[in-house]
Protein backbone atom coordinates (compact mmCIF):
# COMPACT_ATOMS: atom_id res chain seq x y z
CA UNK A 1 0.00 0.00 0.00
CA UNK A 2 1.20 3.38 -0.87
CA UNK A 3 0.26 4.64 2.73
CA UNK A 4 -1.46 7.88 3.65
CA UNK A 5 -0.77 10.50 0.94
CA UNK A 6 -1.18 14.16 1.17
CA UNK A 7 -1.26 16.86 -0.94
CA UNK A 8 0.43 19.83 -1.13
CA UNK A 9 3.70 19.03 0.53
CA UNK A 10 4.67 22.81 0.70
CA UNK A 11 1.96 25.33 0.46
CA UNK A 12 3.01 29.45 0.79
CA UNK A 13 0.02 31.57 0.56
CA UNK A 14 -0.65 35.02 1.70
CA UNK A 15 -2.90 36.53 4.89
CA UNK A 16 -6.62 36.39 3.43
CA UNK A 17 -6.19 33.61 0.89
CA UNK A 18 -8.20 30.49 0.81
CA UNK A 19 -5.96 27.07 1.70
CA UNK A 20 -7.04 23.55 0.86
CA UNK A 21 -5.10 20.87 2.10
CA UNK A 22 -5.85 16.88 1.09
CA UNK A 23 -5.38 13.80 2.42
CA UNK A 24 -5.75 9.91 0.68
CA UNK A 25 -6.40 7.49 3.45
CA UNK A 26 -5.56 3.85 3.80
CA UNK A 27 -7.56 2.18 1.69
CA UNK A 28 -9.96 -0.23 3.93
CA UNK A 29 -9.31 2.43 6.81
CA UNK A 30 -12.30 3.83 8.08
CA UNK A 31 -10.56 6.50 10.48
CA UNK A 32 -9.04 9.72 9.15
CA UNK A 33 -7.44 12.36 11.70
CA UNK A 34 -6.22 16.21 10.93
CA UNK A 35 -3.58 17.16 13.32
CA UNK A 36 -1.80 20.31 13.43
CA UNK A 37 2.26 20.79 14.55
CA UNK A 38 3.82 23.30 15.79
CA UNK A 39 6.68 24.29 18.10
CA UNK A 40 4.75 26.42 20.69
CA UNK A 41 1.75 24.00 20.73
CA UNK A 42 3.45 20.67 19.34
CA UNK A 43 0.64 17.87 17.60
CA UNK A 44 -2.72 18.97 18.02
CA UNK A 45 -5.96 16.68 16.89
CA UNK A 46 -7.87 18.92 15.21
CA UNK A 47 -10.98 16.83 13.85
CA UNK A 48 -11.07 12.84 13.05
CA UNK A 49 -13.99 10.98 11.16
CA UNK A 50 -15.51 7.11 11.08
CA UNK A 51 -16.80 6.11 7.66
CA UNK A 52 -16.87 9.39 6.32
CA UNK A 53 -18.62 11.12 9.45
CA UNK A 54 -17.08 13.89 11.84
CA UNK A 55 -16.70 12.31 14.92
CA UNK A 56 -15.25 14.86 17.27
CA UNK A 57 -14.14 18.43 16.01
CA UNK A 58 -13.55 20.23 19.07
CA UNK A 59 -9.97 20.69 18.04
CA UNK A 60 -10.48 22.54 15.44
CA UNK A 61 -9.38 26.21 15.86
CA UNK A 62 -12.09 28.41 15.08
CA UNK A 63 -14.53 29.31 12.45
CA UNK A 64 -11.77 29.50 9.78
CA UNK A 65 -11.47 25.83 9.63
CA UNK A 66 -13.28 23.29 8.23
CA UNK A 67 -13.11 19.63 6.73
CA UNK A 68 -14.72 17.57 4.68
CA UNK A 69 -14.78 14.01 4.38
CA UNK A 70 -16.91 13.20 0.94
CA UNK A 71 -15.98 9.80 0.55
CA UNK A 72 -13.88 6.86 1.98
CA UNK A 73 -11.05 7.65 -0.14
CA UNK A 74 -10.33 11.90 0.10
CA UNK A 75 -10.70 14.20 2.60
CA UNK A 76 -9.93 18.34 2.71
CA UNK A 77 -8.69 20.92 5.57
CA UNK A 78 -9.96 24.34 4.61
CA UNK A 79 -8.77 27.43 6.01
CA UNK A 80 -10.51 30.54 4.70
CA UNK A 81 -9.42 33.42 5.49
CA UNK A 82 -6.13 32.30 6.51
CA UNK A 83 -3.45 34.04 9.14
CA UNK A 84 -0.37 33.65 9.42
CA UNK A 85 -0.86 32.10 12.92
CA UNK A 86 -1.84 28.96 11.17
CA UNK A 87 1.35 28.59 9.54
CA UNK A 88 2.43 25.00 10.68
CA UNK A 89 2.82 21.35 9.03
CA UNK A 90 -0.60 19.80 9.20
CA UNK A 91 -0.83 15.79 9.22
CA UNK A 92 -3.40 13.83 8.11
CA UNK A 93 -3.87 10.26 9.73
CA UNK A 94 -5.97 7.14 9.45
CA UNK A 95 -6.42 3.58 11.27
CA UNK A 96 -8.22 0.50 10.78
CA UNK A 97 -12.19 0.03 12.36
CA UNK A 98 -10.92 -3.01 14.31
CA UNK A 99 -9.25 -3.89 17.39
CA UNK A 100 -5.71 -2.37 15.77
CA UNK A 101 -8.39 0.84 15.41
CA UNK A 102 -5.85 2.64 18.04
CA UNK A 103 -2.70 2.59 15.44
CA UNK A 104 -2.98 5.81 13.36
CA UNK A 105 -0.75 6.08 10.46
CA UNK A 106 0.97 9.02 9.63
CA UNK A 107 0.96 10.93 6.02
CA UNK A 108 3.80 13.25 5.39
CA UNK A 109 2.62 16.26 6.19
CA UNK A 110 1.76 19.87 4.44
CA UNK A 111 4.20 22.60 5.62
CA UNK A 112 1.68 25.70 5.53
CA UNK A 113 3.49 28.81 5.64
CA UNK A 114 1.02 32.02 5.23
CA UNK A 115 2.87 35.31 5.09
CA UNK B 1 -8.77 14.30 31.40
CA UNK B 2 -6.07 12.16 30.03
CA UNK B 3 -2.66 13.56 29.68
CA UNK B 4 1.06 12.51 28.74
CA UNK B 5 4.33 13.87 30.22
CA UNK B 6 7.10 13.11 28.45
CA UNK B 7 10.42 13.74 29.57
CA UNK B 8 11.75 17.47 28.77
CA UNK B 9 14.30 17.57 25.49
CA UNK B 10 16.56 17.48 23.63
CA UNK B 11 18.45 14.56 25.24
CA UNK B 12 22.04 14.42 23.48
CA UNK B 13 23.90 11.09 23.52
CA UNK B 14 27.36 9.30 22.10
CA UNK B 15 26.59 6.58 19.42
CA UNK B 16 25.91 3.14 21.41
CA UNK B 17 24.84 4.85 24.69
CA UNK B 18 21.88 3.33 27.02
CA UNK B 19 18.83 5.27 26.37
CA UNK B 20 15.52 6.16 28.45
CA UNK B 21 13.30 8.76 28.05
CA UNK B 22 10.36 8.67 30.53
CA UNK B 23 6.81 9.05 30.06
CA UNK B 24 4.23 9.18 32.81
CA UNK B 25 0.27 9.51 32.08
CA UNK B 26 -2.93 9.99 33.43
CA UNK B 27 -5.97 8.20 32.59
CA UNK B 28 -9.83 7.16 33.05
CA UNK B 29 -9.73 3.60 32.44
CA UNK B 30 -7.26 1.02 30.53
CA UNK B 31 -5.94 2.93 28.06
CA UNK B 32 -3.33 1.64 25.37
CA UNK B 33 0.37 3.04 25.35
CA UNK B 34 2.58 3.65 22.59
CA UNK B 35 5.44 5.38 21.03
CA UNK B 36 5.65 7.44 18.16
CA UNK B 37 8.92 8.20 16.33
CA UNK B 38 9.07 11.03 13.60
CA UNK B 39 12.10 11.15 11.60
CA UNK B 40 13.40 14.20 10.02
CA UNK B 41 10.54 16.00 7.33
CA UNK B 42 8.22 12.68 7.86
CA UNK B 43 5.07 12.06 9.39
CA UNK B 44 5.01 10.36 12.46
CA UNK B 45 5.27 6.60 12.59
CA UNK B 46 4.07 3.57 15.63
CA UNK B 47 7.39 2.52 16.71
CA UNK B 48 6.39 0.31 19.68
CA UNK B 49 2.95 -0.02 21.90
CA UNK B 50 1.45 -2.12 24.65
CA UNK B 51 -2.26 -2.26 25.15
CA UNK B 52 -2.86 -3.71 29.07
CA UNK B 53 -0.59 -3.40 31.88
CA UNK B 54 2.54 -5.56 32.49
CA UNK B 55 2.78 -5.82 28.62
CA UNK B 56 6.14 -5.23 27.00
CA UNK B 57 6.40 -3.59 23.64
CA UNK B 58 9.63 -3.80 21.65
CA UNK B 59 10.55 -3.10 17.90
CA UNK B 60 14.42 -2.05 16.74
CA UNK B 61 15.51 -2.64 20.08
CA UNK B 62 13.34 0.03 21.84
CA UNK B 63 11.43 -1.62 24.82
CA UNK B 64 8.68 0.26 26.91
CA UNK B 65 6.87 -1.78 30.13
CA UNK B 66 3.02 -0.83 30.31
CA UNK B 67 3.57 -0.22 34.70
CA UNK B 68 0.20 0.47 35.62
CA UNK B 69 1.48 1.23 39.42
CA UNK B 70 3.53 3.85 38.46
CA UNK B 71 1.79 4.86 35.44
CA UNK B 72 4.46 5.02 33.43
CA UNK B 73 5.73 3.76 29.69
CA UNK B 74 9.40 4.50 29.78
CA UNK B 75 11.11 4.07 26.37
CA UNK B 76 14.39 2.29 26.56
CA UNK B 77 16.98 1.29 23.91
CA UNK B 78 20.49 -0.25 25.19
CA UNK B 79 23.30 0.88 22.50
CA UNK B 80 21.60 4.17 20.13
CA UNK B 81 22.94 4.31 16.85
CA UNK B 82 23.32 7.62 14.85
CA UNK B 83 19.67 6.86 12.89
CA UNK B 84 17.90 6.90 16.44
CA UNK B 85 18.22 10.58 16.18
CA UNK B 86 14.34 11.79 15.74
CA UNK B 87 11.65 13.18 17.99
CA UNK B 88 9.70 10.49 20.24
CA UNK B 89 6.35 11.12 21.38
CA UNK B 90 4.65 8.73 24.00
CA UNK B 91 0.77 8.53 23.48
CA UNK B 92 -2.38 7.54 24.89
CA UNK B 93 -5.56 5.73 23.90
CA UNK B 94 -8.90 6.88 24.93
CA UNK B 95 -11.75 4.27 26.16
CA UNK B 96 -14.36 6.68 26.27
CA UNK B 97 -13.88 6.82 22.64
CA UNK B 98 -13.13 3.10 21.74
CA UNK B 99 -9.94 3.63 21.49
CA UNK B 100 -9.59 5.05 18.02
CA UNK B 101 -8.64 8.80 19.74
CA UNK B 102 -5.00 9.65 21.16
CA UNK B 103 -3.29 11.74 23.41
CA UNK B 104 -0.19 12.75 22.76
CA UNK B 105 3.01 14.13 24.62
CA UNK B 106 4.69 16.87 23.66
CA UNK B 107 7.30 15.07 22.18
CA UNK B 108 11.48 14.22 23.36
CA UNK B 109 14.21 15.01 20.24
CA UNK B 110 17.20 12.96 20.49
CA UNK B 111 20.52 13.24 19.02
CA UNK B 112 22.62 10.37 18.98
CA UNK B 113 26.55 11.72 18.52
CA UNK B 114 29.04 9.61 16.53
Known amino acids: DAGVIQSPRHEVTEMGQEVTLRCKPI?????LFWYRQTMMRGLELLIY????????DSGMPEDRFSAKMPNASFSTLKIQPSEPRDSAVYFC?????????????FGPGTRLTVL | GNSVTQMEGPVTLSEEAFLTINCTYT??????LFWYVQYPGEGLQLLLK?????DKGSNKGFEATYRKETTSFHLEKGSVQVSDSAVYFC?????????????FGTGTRLTIIP
Open chain 1, 93 to 105: ASSLGTSDSDTQY
Open chain 1, 27 to 31: SGHDY
Open chain 1, 49 to 56: FNNNVPID
Open chain 2, 27 to 32: ATGYPS
Open chain 2, 50 to 54: ATKAD
Open chain 2, 91 to 103: ALSDPRFGNEKLT
